[in-house]
């Protein structure tokens, strides 16, 4: 199984950065592969990044590619998400996903584990 767990959220500035944590623990939590989605006021879920556990490949929507990178560091069990150039539109709650027999969906049913979110607000 899989817990996860994330934090990092905030109130920023535009142009400004985050960066998000996702703890992930669990039996299985080595071979999982662990996105982020971001979720808007009607909660629709949008695949924002992934990185993949076999691996370490890495996956962007195109809306942030070059602003936002994920990794994971095994030792502690943690996904980074570093957020860049931040705007309005990058407003939402963040949450880490994880899934292990398809390489990073876009889908969010594909994810079996979720965690409770974390919330980013980009205003000025």
């Known amino acids: 199984q899989l817990q996860l767990a994330e934090s990092g959220g905030d109130l920023v500035q535009p142009g400004g950065s985050l960066r998000l944590s996702c703890a992930v623990s669990g039996s299985m939590k080595d071979v999982y592969n662990i996105a982020w989605f971001r979720e808007d006021p009607r909660k629709d879920r949008t695949w924002v990044a992934c990185i993949s556990f076999a691996d370490n490949s890495t996956y962007y929507s195109r809306l942030v590619k070059g602003r936002f990178t994920i990794s994971r560091d095994v030792a502690e069990n943690t996904v980074w998400l570093d957020m860049n150039s931040l705007n309005f539109e990058d407003t939402g709650k963040y949450y880490c996903?994880?899934?292990?027999?398809?390489?990073?969906?876009?889908?969010?049913?594909?994810?079996?584990?979720w965690g409770q979110g974390t919330q980013v607000t980009v205003s000025t």
């Open positions: 996903a994880g899934e292990k027999d398809l390489n990073c969906p876009y889908g969010r049913a594909w994810y079996d584990y």
